[in-house]
């Protein structure tokens, strides 16, 4: 079964960074485009950035542009998630999916097939 772990979540100050990890099992990474979604108190889910199978395409959502940079490594079957500035406005719970077709700017949820059970995060002082 397709599955990923993520991790590096956790309670951060506003203005803080933290670093996620999105651990490939049972499945080579680099067949995928990968995509992070986060899912806020009492809002839906909404994709927040996607990256190609090679890296060579990215799509952010419009107010994470700047403060998180989204990016993979094939060999070690793991992709990450690196934000900064984070504010209260980030608090969500933060996973990824892998989707076989594209990376593409509407990061649609609904493209993405396989998915992890997400990391929480916590920005509050």
């Known amino acids: 079964q397709l599955t990923f772990v993520e991790s590096g979540g956790g309670l951060v100050q506003p203005g803080g960074s933290l670093k996620l990890s999105c651990a490939a099992s049972a499945f080579n990474l680099k067949d995928y485009a990968i995509g992070w979604f986060r899912q806020g108190p009492g809002m839906e889910r909404e994709g927040v950035a996607c990256?190609?199978?090679?890296?060579?395409?990215?799509h952010y959502k419009d107010s994470v542009k700047g403060r998180f940079f989204i990016s993979r490594d094939n060999a070690k079957n793991t992709a990450y998630l690196e934000m900064d500035s984070l504010n209260p406005e980030d608090t969500a719970v933060y996973s990824c999916a892998a989707n076989v077709g594209h990376c593409t700017g509407d990061i649609d949820e609904s493209e993405y097939e396989y998915w992890g059970q997400g990391t929480p995060v916590t920005v509050s002082s």
């Open positions: 990256i190609s199978e090679l890296s060579s395409i990215t």
